[in-house]
């Protein structure tokens, strides 16, 4: 075979239409070797004799795609003084574009003796290991558009590859659980219909299965179990493993685009599947184990584990930046995708101990022109001291807010004493994110996640019920801040079942109807359950996957009809927080843009905040009041609204304000379900809100009576004089 020197960049095996150019970073090598395989298992070894800044590589001419390749790594052997190099073990590339097949955790994978960690396992790995593959990269985009959908007019949905096709009825049998069954027609016009703008994806870079879990039958379902960060999940396509991946998830997003959905990856790069210190030797750890892992500085054998996981990638390195930032460039400009949701993004700030918003992590993210055009969310936690971090995100970040989680779930299940929280999640969490010159936008809001109870769950239990998970219930949240309404699980009580599906409508509404960007998580507009189980990390099974048979028809209208109401009135989106100043008007008295009601239709004062078990409230939202313009530079002017929340168990009976905010009032939302009315409200009356529910009020404006004269439609077809249409003489014509 032909070895020519090749190149040290770009890092991986890249393929130009001729040949392959393969480069690994490894500054602890004394030597490399790249291993070729073949569908037989058969290796040709390579020696890379070629060194550049540490990075070991050759180009191959006679490398096509579809090639399986690994790397064996010589270099010194000292666990104590955290190097972990032996050359039996053969290792994925950590830019490889694919990966074909999967580890079977055969012992030879570890690099000690079962039961004796302190010993050396020289066993040859390659027959069990997972390999890299040598992709084409050429893709017919031609039509690709990025749909670039502002923060303010986004709605996004998270889900699971796998869980939300895997038992759709429509999407064929063999591409259900598949990048191809994303794409499908069904899935994509149920996103559509529900008004979701971007669909953020659970991890698909390829994760590693736990041996833990199989031996239990279980599975890493979730995939937060990263192993390649350039490789999309080979489990997820429908047509093979050898490259074929890359063609059936690019094929997915450029469905998506052209149906004006946005792609958002859950990433992972906080830490590695390759655990702790017992962990298998699988990639990273055998290639440079001190340099892509934060070690224990006076035990370098150990691994400091921010994330419960085992390891921490090591973000005070650059190679392991730039591994970062090399991944998340290439998902952008060559498989397309238009964010990312970073996990446990805390950990990637610890540069020294404490996460530091000034870190290098975030200097890169900020000066990158690719990566800080695109959207960049975080989960603003780890487990690490003062993990807990939202709202102290840079301004480029938008964040999961946690805070809206826990303050709306307090609010509708009747905790007293929560009213001016709630009012600050409802209004865009000023106090969390103005102060860093962020706008409202910046609060990525959100009642349920994929880590949780669903939403139907949080109506039924009020208790977690994770027996399944084989951990004797000690896993997942004990603190779910729900209510059960009554009953704990299945009840056939038509009174029960009545209230849970009102308190499902309260959520969405609430979230939906916030300031800020809403999350959805997937099947909770289709009353999806998981049985009580709020942690189905393992659970590859009808438990959490969406069944799309017994779906709840009327939540799903509800959902869909209250995102068309957010879709229409931006005053449900605003781009600038609330200042409660008056707003100049052309006629008529000045408002705020923001008024909090008391139940007597005047203005709250700071004792009625401050009143034991406040809880019952109005909102009015100055429509006129948008500050800013849209698109085209023109002043946003919108409908006034009125937001009635009640809580109590009781019905509450509600002054509607003075003329002046309206003189009338149609109900345009109503979650009280069959007591709901449909009446119009005047200025100065009473509007009922129904025990438990939200009333949404939009002034009413009269729609002007169109004229369907023949002279009318004459004179409409006419245009002005000179202009096509008019008479012959220049004349209108009559």
């Known amino acids: 075979m032909d070895v020519w020197p090749g190149s040290a960049y770009p890092l991986g095996a890249t393929y130009d239409g001729n040949g392959t150019n393969f480069a690994l970073y490894s500054e602890v090598a004394d030597?490399?070797?790249?291993?070729?395989?073949?569908?037989?298992?058969?290796?040709?070894?390579?020696?890379?004799?070629?060194?550049?800044?540490?990075?070991?590589?050759?180009?191959?001419?006679?490398?096509?795609?579809?090639?399986?390749?690994?790397?064996?790594?010589?270099?010194?052997?000292?666990?104590?003084?955290?190097?972990?190099?032996?050359?039996?073990?053969?290792?994925?590339?950590?830019?490889?574009?694919?990966?074909?097949?999967?580890?079977?955790?055969?012992?030879?994978?570890?690099?000690?003796?079962?039961?004796?960690?302190?010993?050396?396992?020289?066993?040859?790995?390659?027959?069990?290991?997972?390999?890299?593959?040598?992709?084409?990269?050429?893709?017919?985009?031609?039509?690709?558009?990025?749909?670039?959908?502002?923060?303010?007019?986004?709605?996004?949905?998270?889900?699971?590859?796998?869980?939300?096709?895997?038992?759709?009825?429509?999407?064929?049998?063999?591409?259900?659980?598949?990048?191809?069954?994303?794409?499908?027609?069904?899935?994509?016009?149920?996103?559509?219909?529900?008004?979701?703008?971007?669909?953020?994806?659970?991890?698909?870079?390829?994760?590693?299965?736990?041996?833990?879990?199989?031996?239990?039958?279980?599975?890493?379902?979730?995939g937060y179990n990263t192993i390649g960060f350039f490789a999309p999940q080979n489990t997820y396509c429908s047509t093979g493993d050898e490259g074929q991946q890359v063609q059936e998830f690019k094929a997915m997003v450029k469905a998506m685009h052209l149906a004006g959905i946005e792609v958002i990856l859950d990433v992972v790069y906080n830490h590695t599947a390759e655990g702790n210190h017992l962990g298998p030797t699988l990639s990273f750890r055998g290639i440079d184990n001190a340099a892509y892992y934060r070690l224990v500085e006076d035990d370098p054998q150990y691994y400091m584990d921010y994330t419960g996981t085992g390891n921490s990638l090591n973000v005070r390195n650059p190679h392991p930046l730039q591994l970062l930032m090399d991944s998340l460039r290439y998902w952008v400009t060559e498989m397309h995708v238009d964010g990312f949701r970073f996990d446990l993004a805390s950990t990637l700030a610890r540069e020294f101990y404490d996460v530091d918003k000034l870190s290098t992590f975030f200097e890169l993210i900020q000066q990158d022109p690719v990566v800080s055009q695109v959207k960049l969310i975080a989960e603003p936690w780890d487990i690490g001291p003062g993990g807990y971090q939202v709202g102290n995100f840079p301004p480029q970040w938008t964040e999961w807010n946690g805070q809206y989680r826990d303050t709306v779930r307090d609010f509708w299940r009747g905790v007293p004493s929560t009213l001016g929280e709630f009012a600050a999640r409802l209004s865009g969490s000023a106090d969390l994110y103005e102060h860093s010159g962020r706008r409202p936008v910046a609060s990525i809001n959100f009642v349920t996640a994929h880590d949780g109870f669903t939403l139907r769950d949080l109506v039924s239990y009020n208790d977690k019920h994770n027996d399944a998970n084989g951990e004797d219930n000690n896993d997942g949240e004990s603190n779910n801040r729900s209510w059960n309404c009554g009953v704990e699980g299945p009840t056939d009580d038509p009174a029960i079942q009545t209230l849970r599906a009102r308190q499902q409508r309260n959520?969405?509404?609430?979230?939906?109807?916030?300031?800020?960007?809403?999350?959805?998580?997937?099947?909770?507009?289709?009353?999806?359950?998981?049985?009580?189980?709020?942690?189905?990390?393992?659970?590859?099974?009808?438990?959490?996957?969406?069944?799309?048979?017994?779906?709840?028809?009327?939540?799903?209208?509800?959902t869909a009809a209250v995102n068309r109401l957010r879709a229409e009135h931006p005053t449900f989106r605003r781009r600038r927080f609330f200042d409660g100043r008056p707003v100049e008007r052309a006629d008529g008295e000045d408002l705020p843009d923001i008024e909090w009601l008391r139940e007597d239709g005047t203005p709250m004062s700071p004792k009625d905040w401050d009143a034991d078990l406040a809880q019952s409230f109005g909102v009015f939202l100055n429509g006129y009041g948008i500050a800013g313009a849209d698109e085209r530079g023109q002043a946003i002017r919108d409908r006034n609204f009125l937001l009635y929340f009640n809580p109590y168990h009781e019905d509450v009976d509600f002054t509607v304000p003075a003329e002046e905010h309206g003189t009338q009032w149609e109900p345009v939302l109503d979650t009280s379900g069959e007591y709901a009315s449909t009446d119009q409200v005047a200025a100065g009356s009473t509007a009922t809100v129904m025990a438990r529910s939200l009333l949404v009020l939009r002034a009413y404006e009269k729609a002007a009576e169109t004229d369907h004269s023949v002279a009318a439609s004459l004179a409409a077809l006419a245009g002005p004089r000179g202009e096509p249409g008019s008479g012959d003489a220049g004349e209108p014509v009559e």
């Open 31 to 222: 030597a490399v070797q790249l291993c070729l395989l073949d569908d037989d298992g058969a290796e040709t070894r390579i020696d890379l004799t070629e060194v550049d800044g540490f990075v070991w590589h050759c180009y191959l001419p006679q490398a096509m795609p579809g090639q399986k390749y690994g790397y064996r790594v010589h270099g010194p052997s000292d666990p104590a003084a955290g190097l972990r190099c032996n050359p039996n073990k053969l290792l994925l590339d950590p830019y490889a574009k694919a990966v074909h097949g999967e580890v079977d955790w055969d012992p030879s994978l570890f690099g000690y003796v079962f039961g004796d960690e302190e010993s050396v396992n020289d066993d040859d790995s390659a027959a069990h290991m997972m390999l890299g593959v040598v992709v084409n990269p050429y893709f017919d985009w031609a039509g690709d558009r990025r749909p670039q959908r502002p923060y303010h007019q986004s709605v996004i949905y998270e889900a699971h590859v796998k869980g939300l096709t895997q038992s759709h009825p429509e999407v064929p049998e063999e591409q259900r659980g598949t990048y191809a069954g994303l794409a499908h027609p069904a899935i994509i016009s149920h996103l559509q219909k529900i008004g979701a703008t971007a669909i953020e994806l659970m991890p698909v870079h390829q994760f590693v299965n736990d041996s833990t879990l199989q031996d239990q039958g279980l599975s890493n379902y979730w």
């Open 507 to 558: 959520y969405l509404a609430t979230l939906l109807l916030s300031q800020g960007v809403p999350m959805i998580s997937h099947g909770d507009e289709l009353g999806r359950t998981q049985q009580g189980n709020n942690n189905t990390y393992a659970q590859d099974s009808e438990l959490s996957w969406v069944d799309w048979e017994h779906a709840d028809a009327p939540l799903l209208e509800f």
